[in-house]
C-alpha cells in the first residue's frame, strides 16, 4: 500500500492557498489528512477539500506536529517564522514567497527545468517568482538544444500577481473609472511604498521596491532566480539577465516579450517552434494566418505555459523573440508548489 501524507497549507484562506486546495485536490499526491493554517482572524472559517469541509486553524509551532508535507504561502515573515518549526518536526516544506529563494541552501525548483535540485533538500523547497517560472519552462528546451547566451525580458503583469486586495482594487477602480468616479489607490505599485497610483487604464513600470540600482525588486528576483534555477549559481556570468518589469490592467495570467539570444547560431525559428511544441509544461500557440497566439484571457485556468509569436531577430544573428503567456496564481504559484511536492513524493523524499 503507498504512503499516505498528512499536509498542511499555511496562508490556505489566501488568493494563492486557495488555488493550492485545488490543486491537491487534482494532484497525484495521496493525502490522509489535511490542516489549513491562517492567522488567528481567519480561524474558525471552513473552506471544502474533496468535498469536505475543513475548518480553518490558527498557525501555531505545534500545527506541524505530525505533518509530512507542508505548502506555505502566507508572506516571507510568516515563512521565516513557521517554516523551521515545521521542518524541526519532520515537515518537509514548500514555500511561495521570497523568504527563501536566495538562500544557497535551499533548492529554488521548475520540475520541467530542474527537478534534480530537489535531492539536495534540507526541508524547505523554494517556488520561485511567478513571472521566472514561466520564463524559464519556455527556455530551458532552448538552453538545452542551442545554449543561451543573453535574455532581454519586459513583463505584463496582472494585478492579482500583487494578492487578492490588489485584485479588488483594480476591479473597484475599472468600475469607479467607467462610471465618472474618482478612483483611489491604496495598495500599487506596492503597498510599502510611499506613493500609490490607480493601475485601471493605467501601466505602472513598479513590481516590488525600486532600489538603489534604478531597477525595481521584482526585475532583481528574475535575473537572479533565472540563473540560479538554470546554472545554480544566481550570480553567474551566462545567461545574460535583464529585465523591466510592468504592471498592467489584467486580472489574472502574466503576459511576458522575451528577447534571447542562442549560442548555437545555426538555430532556426522552426527548430525553435519545434523544441516548445514538445516541452513539457508548454503549449505552443503559433498560427499568425489565423491570428491564434497567447493570451491572458485564455490561459487563465490552466496549468500550462503558452508560448507563440516566437521569430529570428531582424538584427541579430542568433537572436530570437518569443510571448509567453500563464496563469499567475496556478503554474506561477499553486500549481507549481505542487508539482514540486509530486516531485518529492516520487522521488522518495518526503
Known amino acids: 500500500m503507498s504512503k499516505e501524507y498528512t499536509v498542511a ?13 485545488q490543486q491537491l485536490e487534482q494532484s497525484s499526491i495521496p493525502v490522509k489528512e489535511l490542516h489549513l493554517l491562517a492567522s488567528a482572524r481567519s480561524a474558525g472559517k471552513t473552506l471544502t477539500f ?3 469541509e475543513v475548518e480553518v486553524e490558527e498557525t501555531t509551532p505545534d500545527s506541524f506536529e505530525g505533518v509530512d508535507l507542508v505548502l506555505s504561502s502566507a508572506g516571507g515573515s510568516t515563512s521565516k517564522k513557521f517554516l523551521p518549526e515545521a521542518v524541526k518536526r519532520g ?7 521570497s523568504a527563501y529563494r536566495m538562500d544557497p541552501d535551499v533548492p529554488l525548483v521548475v520540475p520541467e527545468v530542474n527537478p534534480e535540485a530537489l535531492d539536495n533538500h534540507h526541508g524547505i523547497i523554494a ?7 514561466q520564463m524559464v519552462v519556455a527556455l530551458e528546451p532552448i538552453r538545452q538544444a ?46 510599502g511604498d510611499k506613493r500609490h497610483y ?65 549560442e548555437d547560431q545555426s538555430a532556426t525559428a522552426d527548430q525553435i517552434k519545434e523544441l516548445l511544441q514538445n516541452a513539457p509544461g508548454v503549449v505552443l500557440q503559433d498560427d499568425l494566418a ?50 514540486n511536492a509530486e516531485c518529492l513524493v516520487e522521488r522518495g523524499l518526503i
Not at 290 to 319: C, I, M, S, W
Request: aromatic share 8%.
Open 9 to 21: 497549507i499555511l496562508g490556505a484562506t489566501g488568493a494563492v492557498g486557495n488555488c493550492m486546495i
Open 50 to 52: 474533496r468535498g469536505q
Open 91 to 97: 515537515a518537509v516544506c514548500v514555500d511561495n514567497t
Open 127 to 133: 517556488n520561485p517568482n511567478c513571472s521566472t517560472i
Open 146 to 191: 542551442f545554449g543561451l547566451k543573453q535574455v532581454i525580458v519586459s513583463t505584463y503583469q496582472a494585478a492579482s500577481g500583487a494578492g487578492q486586495s490588489a485584485l479588488n482594487e483594480f476591479y473597484q477602480q475599472a468600475q469607479d473609472y467607467l462610471a465618472g468616479k474618482k478612483m483611489t489607490a491604496e495598495i500599487l505599485p506596492t503597498k
Open 198 to 262: 490607480p493601475l485601471a487604464f493605467n501601466l505602472l513600470p513598479q513590481i516590488d521596491v525600486l532600489e538603489d540600482s534604478g531597477y525595481s525588486h521584482e526585475e532583481w528576483k528574475m535575473i537572479h532566480e533565472t540563473k540560479k534555477i538554470m546554472v545554480g549559481d544566481m550570480d553567474a556570468a551566462e545567461p545574460k539577465v535583464t529585465a523591466t518589469c510592468v504592471r498592467v490592467p489584467v486580472g489574472i495570467s502574466h503576459g511576458e516579450s522575451v528577447y534571447f539570444e542562442v
Open 290 to 339: 489565423n491570428q491564434v497566439y497567447p493570451q491572458p484571457l485564455t490561459a487563465e485556468g490552466k496549468r500550462d505555459v503558452f508560448v507563440g509569436r516566437v521569430r529570428p531577430d531582424y538584427e541579430n544573428k542568433g537572436a530570437f523573440n518569443m510571448w509567453i503567456v500563464a496563469d499567475n496564481l496556478l503554474k506561477g504559484a499553486a500549481w507549481n508548489a505542487v508539482q
